[in-house]
C-alpha cells in the first residue's frame, strides 16, 4: 500500500516537475484532502437519509469554512448521482442558511464557530463531517484523523441517530466509534 | 476358450459379465454424476462465500482502510480450501491479499472478467465489489479442490468395494441359478457318453425338465427306441449274411474288401480282419485278373453280374471253382458305392462233373472200337452180299445196319465231342476245304436216315472256307437230323450257301413244327428239350444243339434261328471265307 503511493508521488513528483506549477495547484488540493474529498462522495454509498426531496432536487455536499479541495471535489461529484438526486458541491459562509445539504464538511478551526454551525443543523439530517479535534465531542458524527499517515475515521453513531441517519455497519466497522 | 469351456461356465461366465458390465455404467453413470454436482457445489459454495467477503469489503475498499480489508480477508482462514484472495480497487490495483504471505507472483495483476472457471485443479473467481449499485472494485478467489477430489477419492473407494461385493454375491447367485439349467444338461450329457461308450442303446435317459430340453431326451429317447429297432434289423440281416453257408464279401467300386462273412473266412482261409481293407485281387488268381476288372466296370455301370463260374485263390493257395453273383450297392441317395459279392464253392460239383465227363469219355471211346469194327464187317458184308448177288432181303437189312452203325457213331461222336467240351479239351483243327463237297457228303448221309424227307443243297459251289471239316460236318449233320425229327410229316429240307460280307453263309431250313419265341432263347442248351406234347415220342438227349452252338462258338461264330410255329425253322450260321 505504502509503495503504491509512493509510486502516486513520484509520478505525482514527475507530473509536477514536468506541467507549469499554477495550473496544477489549481486543480488538485495535497493527497490527504483528495482522499478526504473521496471520502465524502463515498459516505454517500454507506448513510442512508431519511428523505432527500421530491424530484430532481439536488443532493448537497456541503464545505463550511475554508475550502481545502478547490475544484477537485467538483470534478469529483460532477455527474454523479444519489439515488434521482444530482450531486452538488456547495461553500457556504458562516452566515449562510446551511440546513439544505446533506453532509456538510465544516473546516473552521475556532471551537466557538463549529459549535454554532452544529447547533444550526441540530436535529436536521446532515451528516456533519470535520477535521477538528474536539468534533464529536462538540455533537458532530464522523470526524477524520491520521494514524500513520492514512485517514482515518471517527464516528459518534448517537449523533448520528439524532441526526435520523442511518449509519452502515460496515462503515461503523472500519471506523473507530464513539459511543 | 470361450467356445470350449462348458456349459455351466458359458451362463456363469454370461451372467457375470452381464452384471459386470451393468454395474460399472452405473458406478461409472454415478460418479460422473457426483463429480459434476462436487464441481457445482465447490462453485456454489466458493462464490458464497466470496460474495459475502466482497460484500464486506466494501466498505474497506471504499475508505482504504487496508488493515480492515486484511482482517475481512483473513476471515477466510476458515475455509482452508481457499488458496488465495485479494481485492482490487476501483482502478484494478492490488489493494489487498490473503494470505499475507502470499507472492503476489501468485496473485492476477489485474482483475478479470467477472465468474468463476475451473483451471490447474483449482477454481478462480472474480467477484465485483459493489455499495448501494456502484461498484467500488473486485475480489480474487482461487479455492483448490482438494476437499472435492478426497471426495471423489471417497466415492471411487465405496464404489469399488460395492462393485467387488456385488459381484461376489452375483457369483454366488449364478452359482444357484446356473444350476437347473446345467444340471439336466449333464445328466443328458452322461447319459449319452454311457451310452456311447457302452454301446447300450437299451438305456433311456432320464427326463428331469419339461422345456426344449426334455424335448429333446424325448427326441434323443426316441432316437435310441430307433436304433434299436434298426440293430435288431441289421442284427438280422447279418446273423443271415453271417450264417449263410456262401461266402458273401462286399467291396467298393476300387475292389477294396469292406465286409467278409464266417463263410467267406471258411472257404478262402482269410480272416475277416486281416482282409477287410485289403484288394479283393488277393484272392483272385493272376489269370482271372482281366475278368475281375471287367467285372468292376460293369459294376460302374450298374449292370449286375449273375452266375458267373470263374476261380478263387485261397490263403493255401488252393484254387476254387465258384458260382459268382454281384450286385451293385447303392447308397441312400442311389449313387453305387461298392458291390456285394455271393460266391458258391462249386468245387466239388465242379469235380463231380469232370468225372462224369471222364466217364462219358470213356464210355465212348470203349463203344466207339467195337462199333468200328461192327461196322466194317457190316460193310464187308454188304460188299460180299451185291457181289453174289444175294437176296434181297439180306442186302436191305446189311444197308440198315450199316445206316444205324453209322447213326450210332454220331451219336458216339457228338458224346466224346460233349465230354471233351466240357473239360475245355475240345481243340479246332482248321483247314481250308470246299463247301460243296462237304455238304453234298453229309447230305448224302442224311438222306440214309430217311425216305420221307426230300433233303437237298443249292449255291454251295465254290465256296472255300477254313474250319475245323469234320466238326462243322458234325453241325451240319446234327441240324440236319434236328430238321427231319422236327418235321414228323416229312417235307422239304434245304442246305443253302450264300456270302455276305466276306462270310460264307450256311442255312437249313425244315417244314416242320417250328419253335416257340420262348424257346428259342434256351433250345441251345445242353440237355434242353423243348416241351411239347406232340414231340413227346421225338428221341434225343439234348445235346445235339448244344454242340452245335459249342462248336460254333469255338469258331469264333454264333448258331441263330427264325421260326414260326407251325411253318418251319431256318437254323443258319456262318464261317470265314478262306482267303486265297
Not at chain 1, 514536468?18 to 448513510?47: D, G, H, M, W
Amino acid at each position: 500500500m505504502i509503495i503504491r503511493r509512493l509510486h502516486i508521488i513520484l509520478a505525482l513528483a514527475l507530473l509536477l516537475f514536468a506541467y507549469p506549477q499554477e495550473i496544477y495547484a489549481q486543480s488538485k488540493p495535497p493527497l490527504e484532502y483528495q482522499v478526504k474529498a473521496a471520502f465524502l462522495f463515498n459516505f454517500t454509498r454507506f448513510v442512508r437519509w431519511p428523505s432527500l426531496g421530491g424530484g430532481n432536487s439536488p443532493f448537497v455536499i456541503g464545505i463550511a469554512g475554508n475550502d481545502p479541495f478547490g475544484s477537485y471535489i467538483d470534478d469529483l461529484v460532477n455527474g454523479e448521482r444519489m439515488g434521482g438526486h444530482p450531486l452538488i458541491v456547495h461553500r457556504y459562509t458562516e452566515s449562510d442558511d446551511m440546513s439544505n445539504c446533506n453532509i456538510l464538511f465544516i473546516n473552521v478551526a475556532d471551537i466557538q464557530k463549529l459549535k454554532a454551525i452544529l447547533a444550526q443543523v441540530q436535529n436536521l439530517p446532515v451528516l456533519t463531517v470535520s477535521d477538528a479535534d474536539g468534533f464529536i465531542k462538540a455533537g458532530g458524527i464522523i470526524r477524520f484523523y491520521k494514524d500513520e499517515n492514512h485517514v482515518k475515521m471517527e464516528i459518534k453513531p448517537a449523533a448520528a441517530r439524532a441526526a435520523h441517519l442511518e449509519v452502515s455497519a460496515k462503515l461503523l466497522q472500519i471506523a473507530r466509534t464513539d459511543n | 476358450m470361450i467356445n470350449k469351456s462348458s456349459i455351466q461356465a458359458k451362463i456363469m461366465s454370461a451372467i457375470l459379465l452381464t452384471c459386470t458390465i451393468v454395474l460399472l455404467l452405473l458406478c461409472s453413470a454415478f460418479i460422473l454424476f457426483e463429480y459434476l454436482s462436487y464441481k457445482k457445489s465447490v462453485k456454489d459454495n466458493v462464490s458464497t462465500l466470496a460474495r459475502v467477503i466482497a460484500g464486506n469489503s466494501s466498505a474497506a475498499l471504499a475508505f482504504e482502510s487496508y488493515s480492515d480489508a486484511r482482517e475481512i480477508l483473513n476471515g477466510l482462514k476458515n475455509n482452508p480450501h481457499i488458496e488465495s484472495a485479494c481485492l482490487y480497487d476501483a482502478s484494478g490495483h492490488v489493494f489487498a491479499v490473503y494470505p499475507d504471505t502470499i507472492s503476489r507472483k501468485k496473485i492476477p495483476p489485474t482483475p478479470q472478467t467477472d465468474g468463476y472457471k475451473f483451471s490447474d485443479n483449482a477454481l478462480v473467481g472474480f467477484e465485483p465489489v459493489r455499495q448501494e449499485a456502484s461498484r467500488l472494485g473486485t475480489m480474487y478467489i482461487r479455492s483448490n479442490l482438494d476437499q472435492m477430489y478426497a471426495q471423489l477419492n471417497n466415492l471411487l473407494l465405496t464404489s469399488g468395494c460395492l462393485l467387488v461385493g456385488l459381484l461376489l454375491v452375483t457369483y454366488l447367485l449364478s452359482v444357484l441359478m446356473q444350476r437347473p439349467i446345467t444340471r439336466p444338461i449333464r445328466a443328458f450329457k452322461d447319459g449319452v457318453r454311457r451310452i456311447s461308450e457302452e454301446h447300450d442303446y437299451s438305456v433311456r435317459i432320464t427326463q428331469t425338465s419339461q422345456d426344449e430340453l426334455g424335448s429333446l431326451t424325448d427326441a434323443f429317447n426316441h432316437m435310441l427306441t430307433q436304433i434299436e429297432l434298426q440293430n435288431e434289423t441289421i442284427g438280422k440281416l447279418a446273423a443271415i449274411v453271417e450264417s449263410s453257408n456262401d461266402p458273401i464279401i462286399s467291396i467298393t467300386l476300387e475292389g477294396i474288401i469292406t465286409s467278409w462273412n464266417d463263410a467267406a473266412e471258411r472257404t478262402f482261409g482269410y480272416a475277416a480282419d486281416e482282409i477287410i481293407g485289403k484288394s479283393v485281387f488277393n484272392i483272385v488268381p493272376d489269370e482271372r485278373r482281366h475278368e475281375e476288372a471287367e467285372i468292376l466296370a460293369r459294376l460302374q455301370r450298374g449292370e449286375s453280374v449273375e452266375h458267373l463260374e470263374t476261380q478263387r485263390l485261397t490263403k493255401n493257395n488252393r484254387l476254387l471253382d465258384i458260382l459268382l453273383t454281384i450286385s451293385p450297392v447303392k447308397d441312400q441317395y442311389g449313387k453305387i458305392i461298392g458291390a456285394s459279392k455271393i460266391s458258391r464253392d462249386i468245387t466239388e460239383k465242379k469235380q463231380e462233373e469232370r468225372r462224369k465227363n471222364d466217364f462219358i469219355a470213356m464210355v465212348s471211346h470203349e463203344l466207339k472200337t467195337p462199333l468200328t469194327s461192327t461196322r466194317s464187317y457190316v460193310q464187308i458184308l454188304l460188299a460180299e452180299a451185291r457181289k453174289r448177288n444175294s437176296d434181297a432181303f439180306i442186302i436191305n437189312a446189311l444197308t440198315r445196319t450199316d445206316v444205324q452203325t453209322k447213326k450210332m457213331t454220331h451219336m458216339i461222336n457228338d458224346f466224346l465231342n460233349l465230354a471233351r467240351l466240357e473239360e475245355g479239351k475240345l481243340q479246332l483243327i482248321l483247314r481250308v476245304f470246299e463247301l460243296q463237297t462237304l455238304v453234298e457228303e453229309i447230305v448224302g448221309d442224311a438222306q440214309f436216315l430217311t425216305k420221307n424227307h426230300k433233303i437237298s443243297f443249292l449255291n454251295c459251289d465254290h465256296i472255300k472256307v477254313k474250319a475245323d471239316r469234320e466238326k462243322i460236318g458234325q453241325v451240319l449233320m446234327n441240324l440236319l437230323t434236328n430238321a427231319i425229327k422236327y418235321s414228323p410229316k416229312g417235307g422239304e429240307i434245304t442246305v443253302a450257301c450264300a456270302i455276305d460280307n466276306q462270310k460264307a453263309i450256311i442255312s437249313v431250313r425244315d417244314q416242320g413244327v417250328g419253335i416257340k419265341q420262348a424257346d428259342q432263347q434256351k433250345l441251345f442248351e445242353r440237355f434242353y428239350r423243348v416241351e411239347n406234347n406232340e414231340l413227346r415220342t421225338i428221341s434225343g438227349f439234348g445235346i445235339g444243339l448244344y454242340l452245335v452252338a459249342e462248336i460254333l462258338r469255338y469258331h469264333g461264330s454264333k448258331i441263330q434261328v427264325e421260326s414260326q410255329e407251325g411253318f418251319g425253322s431256318t437254323f443258319y450260321f456262318s464261317l470265314d471265307i478262306a482267303q486265297e
